[in-house]
């Protein structure tokens, strides 16, 4: 019989190990990225191009896009990803107005 809340499976699945920025992490196998991530306690996804503002999950479903990370070399939506053994996740560090050159 499943939990009454999906959440708690973050704390019970089994884990497996990833990477965030080059740093190990271990996650719950299967679960979703953002919300695993979040629970490990990481809340800053990326930064906005413009104002370099934090951004994280917001909406979870895949509409807002503030969960972007770099996959294994490619840009994916965290919120859209099942965890699985040995991600390699980068967080994306967007260029903001005043890292731009001239």
Do not use: W, Y
């Amino acid at each position: 019989m499943k939990p009454d809340s999906p959440f708690l499976d973050l704390e019970t699945a089994p884990r497996v190990a990833v990477s965030i920025d080059g740093a190990p992490l271990e996650l719950p196998e299967g679960a979703n990225l953002a919300a695993a991530l979040l629970a490990a306690g990481v809340t800053v996804f990326r930064h906005t191009p413009v104002s370099g503002a934090p951004r994280g999950p917001f909406c979870m479903m895949g509409a807002c896009f503030d969960c972007l990370v770099d996959i294994d070399g490619f840009t994916r939506q965290a919120c859209m990803i099942e965890v699985s053994q040995g991600l390699r996740i980068i967080r994306p560090r967007d260029l903001g107005a005043d890292d731009v050159d001239a």
